[in-house]
């Protein structure tokens, strides 16, 4: 049992505007790119126009020779880094592992400039025979040792296959999800400032101690040389949590040139070198009784990663969590393409799993006849299915009968393709949501004035979560006083070492460090009489021990999500009309941020299932549809009613605020939800995504 | 053998020694660089500067003017983060080459209001939580105080004739006054702002309390 839960919370659990709220509405918040110091020198990166090979010669000096330009820098006069992370190895080789990877930048004195040379420079390559299309069969593919997130690679138990011959019922489907890029709104940009031996970088981050700890031992230096500032991070959903190639190369070319350098991606180079997801091929065998009870799981999955780096998302994951059956297995393979590297994009594992197995448990409804929500009740397991532990809590058939009764789900006609209002089919779907509760050990400080005010200082990331705006709020309820006299700082690697915001985890393990200090601080105050003393009084707290001592328990949010949509019978045009959440997530601290997050996820889910698609180009090794006119992500015109509830949720096993992240869980189950109410309005099952006109044609 | 290539075809599916331009399908030296006078108001103040002529307006705000709340999300006219008002008008400054804005007015997020004193539509958005990580909010509002000044013109959208038995056809729209501003019609002309944190249910809500109350027009 962790420390109970705050008594006496005040402010924690009230809606309060983001505390930065009118510095963004008027413009006035600076993000990364915000930043211009004296002597700026604008940067271009120069990817490669091959996907794999060898460059052989840089034209330099014809471009030094152009108007402005101040430097171009390759592989041949590069200078070195010490590392052995080849993503991060910028300029260090001649090798080109993926189209795109930028082999060179040149820097000029105005933007104008610097585009027009990175646009002329000529670069002479060595191309090789290149592979970028994934295949379930891909004779390449292998199992890694471990999957994100330190998850093993295969699970298994009992006898799935002989129980899936045995079994009355059997579903067995494969199903896809494409490549989907993060596309947060705010392209990285990173402004890179070297004076004496020190580098101040100002880059959207999510993980400004993680960044600063990279850039530290890139360049040989201490970390304390290192100063990343990033106070307001436009959006990354994953894509701004490792530190990436673009940083070191700002990094390089500022020391070189020995001027500050601003070097800003554009839209179409974010396709490449920060992330995406990858696509996914999966396998799900469910074997269930006449009734639904099921008796064997399978989930397999097969993922792409780069040649430079081994990155295998988590797809299977979900399954070793949501439901009972004695047997069951899950699997991972990931391909080594000539393909940029894979990473963390909102929910990885949870959100292309969870279209699979979700998808699946719709067409297991069906086949035994059972209704969706009623099938997951039945389901639902004792402890956690293959490990066995209890769950700190888990309310997921409680979310499924409040969005029943919310969505008006009692009576539903089962039949697919019945229902018409004019030339637009009419169906309703359901899924169920789940994403890990997780906590890491952080570090924060607090400080009293004399005059009431107090400082919390921690070197946390706030990119549109409203971590600073809940934040202050903990810290108000921790020091018994009004959120209005204290004040966060985050978004600094100067402040106290936190962990990353990611994996839904950053309120949970920055709000407990916040707590510590502020408890430890109220109690010395008071040990001191109630007075704070003129020079201020100070408290760090450092939470390793507590997360590490952390009792074991399955800690999940859950969640259950319905759609209802309208599939236009003669076009296929599909719109989601209606999408209703209810999620068990703990102890929710601010529900206004906490309704955006939940909706945000849910736009993003809807985003997923219709739209969302990056196209692999076989001959040319890139993604074709690089920009927002090509990859479509949700407009205003595709949102219309989009609602998210919570249960109360009272779980002592989690941290002193009793909250689970909420910042994922809002996208996993959507898509899942959306592909069912399709086949529940037209009778056709879309199981790769997305849910595109020519698949609902025939 | 040295070769160069001037398309994407061409070098299609080939291995072996190939020579490229980074991003371009042309071999010709640029021009050089060519100045340009002109006069300018950004928020209420007339500024005399001398841009490049390939210099866009969301460039000349927040590299030569210092006003970075205009924001750059793609550069190419399809996000909508980079909206401001040019004599009430919005437009996407990251399309708008400042050369062509001799004598002319522009309204940027800043000038709509200020922290202290944020404009109505700006203290809508944060009741509303009509943002997240606030990178499209500046471009979000400039666009709805555009909506806003439409709508009182009596301009109507794409859905504002839904009804009529043939919409978008040949009929000339009839201005006719003032239109209301119901959810539909702010949807609709409000998708060429994007929001990837998906606050357009706040958004909505924030326009529509601004267009009831009559409102941020001005
Ligand atoms: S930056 Fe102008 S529309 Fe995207
Ligand atoms: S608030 Fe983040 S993109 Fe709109």
Redesign the interface.
């Known amino acids: 049992m962790t420390a109970p839960v705050t008594a006496g919370r005040r402010y924690a659990g009230a809606a309060l505007?983001?505390v930065?709220?009118?510095?963004?509405?008027?413009?006035?918040?600076?993000?990364a790119?915000?930043h211009?110091p004296a002597d700026l020198v604008h940067a271009v990166a120069?990817?490669a126009?091959?996907a794999r090979?060898e460059v052989?010669q840089v034209d330099v000096d014809a471009m030094l020779k152009?108007?402005?330009v101040v430097a171009a820098i390759w592989h041949g006069n590069a200078p070195r880094l010490a590392t052995s992370d080849e993503e991060l190895a910028v300029l260090q080789s001649r090798r080109v592992a993926y189209r795109g990877q930028y082999v060179?930048v040149v820097v000029a004195e105005?933007?104008?400039?610097a585009r027009?040379a990175?646009?002329?420079?000529?670069?002479?390559?060595?191309?090789?025979?290149h592979d970028v299309i994934l295949r379930a069969d891909h004779p390449r593919a292998y199992r890694p040792e471990n999957v994100n997130a330190g998850h093993p690679s295969d699970t298994g138990q009992g006898d799935p296959d002989a129980a899936l011959a045995a079994a009355p019922v059997v579903v067995d489907e494969e199903y896809g999800t494409p490549a989907e890029h993060n596309?947060?709104?705010?392209?990285h940009a990173t402004i890179a400032d070297w004076h004496g031996d020190g580098l101040i970088v100002h880059e959207p981050s999510q993980n400004v101690s993680g960044l600063r700890a990279t850039l530290a031992s890139l360049f040989g230096m201490p970390p304390g040389h290192v100063h990343v500032v990033s106070p307001?991070?436009?959006?990354g959903?994953g894509s701004k949590a490792k530190t990436l190639p673009h940083t070191i190369l700002a990094a390089l070319t500022a020391k070189q040139v020995g001027r500050p350098v601003k070097l800003?991606l554009?839209?179409r180079q974010l396709f490449v070198a920060t992330g995406y997801r990858t696509p996914t091929v999966q396998r799900v065998r469910l074997g269930a009784e006449p009734d639904g009870r099921l008796i064997a799981i399978t989930h397999d999955a097969v993922m792409q990663s780069s040649t430079l780096s081994e990155f295998t998302e988590q797809t299977a994951v979900p399954s070793r969590v949501m439901y009972a059956a004695p047997h069951r297995r899950t699997t991972h393979r990931v391909v080594r393409l000539d393909v940029p590297t894979p990473s963390w994009m909102r929910a990885p594992g949870e959100c292309p799993g969870m279209f699979a197995l979700e998808s699946a448990m719709d067409e297991l409804a069906i086949a035994c006849g059972v209704d969706p929500v009623e099938l997951r009740v039945r389901n639902e397991p004792a402890a956690g299915p293959e490990s066995g532990l209890p769950f700190s809590s888990r309310n997921l058939v409680a979310c499924l009968r409040e969005g029943a009764r919310r969505f008006g789900w009692a009576g539903r006609d089962p039949r697919p393709g019945v229902r018409r209002r004019g030339r637009t089919l009419i169906g309703t779907g359901v899924a169920a949501s789940t994403f890990p509760a997780l906590r890491a050990p952080s570090s924060a400080t607090v400080r009293a004035e004399p005059g009431g005010r107090y400082t919390v200082r921690i070197a946390a990331a706030d990119?549109?979560?409203?971590a600073r705006t809940v934040l202050t709020q903990i810290a108000a309820d921790a020091l018994g006083t009004a959120p209005a006299a204290v004040t966060v700082e985050l978004g600094d690697s100067a402040l106290p070492p936190a962990p990353v915001a990611g994996g839904s985890m950053g309120t949970a393990s920055w709000g407990t460090a916040v707590v510590r200090a502020c408890e430890e601080l109220a109690a010395r105050l008071e040990a001191a009489g109630g007075t704070v003393p003129d020079g201020g009084l100070e408290v760090t707290a450092d939470t390793g021990r507590e997360v590490r001592a952390q009792e074991r328990y399955s800690r999940h949010a859950f969640g259950a999500q319905f759609a209802e949509v309208g599939v236009d019978a003669d076009t296929g045009e599909t719109r989601v009309l209606r999408l209703l959440g209810v999620f068990a997530a703990g102890r929710v601290l601010n529900p206004?941020?906490a309704?955006?997050?939940f909706?945000?996820?849910?736009?993003?889910g809807l985003s997923m299932a219709l739209l969302e698609e990056s196209i692999m180009d076989g001959?040319?090794g890139d993604f074709l549809n690089c920009?927002?006119?090509q990859y479509h992500?949700?407009?205003?015109?595709d949102?219309?009613d989009?609602q998210a509830y919570w249960l109360e949720e009272e779980d002592p096993h989690l941290n002193p605020m009793g909250s689970k992240g909420i910042g994922e869980i809002g996208i996993v189950g959507t898509a899942a939800a959306i592909a069912n109410a399709v086949h529940h309005a037209t009778g056709v099952r879309i199981r790769e995504l997305p849910i595109r006109l020519d698949k609902l044609v025939r | 053998m040295r070769e160069s290539w001037d398309s994407r075809e061409r070098i299609a599916g080939r291995a072996g020694r190939v020579t490229g331009q980074a991003n371009t399908s042309g071999d010709a030296a640029a021009p050089p660089p060519v100045g340009a006078d002109l006069r300018i108001s950004v928020n209420g103040a007339w500024h005399a500067l001398t841009v490049d002529t390939r210099e866009s307006l969301l460039d000349t705000l927040r590299d030569r003017l210092g006003l970075t709340g205009a924001k750059k999300g793609c550069d190419h006219g399809q996000c909508g983060a980079c909206t401001v008002l040019i004599d009430g008008r919005r437009v996407l400054s990251c399309l708008t080459l400042t050369v062509s804005l001799d004598d002319e007015s522009v309204t940027t997020v800043e000038g709509l209001g200020l922290p202290g004193a944020p404009h109505p539509l700006q203290r809508a958005f944060v009741e509303h939580d009509a943002l997240q990580c606030g990178f499209c909010t500046p471009g979000q509002i400039c666009s709805a105080v555009g909506v806003l000044a439409e709508a009182a013109e009596g301009r109507p959208s794409l859905v504002t004739h839904r009804d009529r038995a043939h919409p978008g056809g040949s009929a000339e729209p009839v201005i006719t006054g003032a239109l209301p501003l119901d959810e539909e019609e702010i949807r609709e002309r409000m998708s060429g702002n994007l929001c990837r944190c998906g606050a357009y249910p706040g958004i909505l809500a924030a326009i529509a309390e601004a267009a009831r109350a009559g409102e941020g027009a001005r």
């Open positions: 505007d983001r930065e709220g009118l510095d963004k509405v008027t413009g006035r918040a600076a993000y790119a915000d211009r120069v990817p126009t091959i090979g052989v152009r108007p402005g060179a105005t933007p104008e400039d027009e990175a646009r002329t420079l000529r670069i002479e390559y060595v191309a090789e025979e596309n947060p709104m705010e392209p307001h991070v436009g959006g959903f800003a554009t839209r990119i549109g979560t409203g206004k941020t309704r955006s997050q909706i945000g996820g849910m736009t993003m001959r040319f920009d927002l006119a992500i949700a407009a205003h015109a949102v219309r989009v």
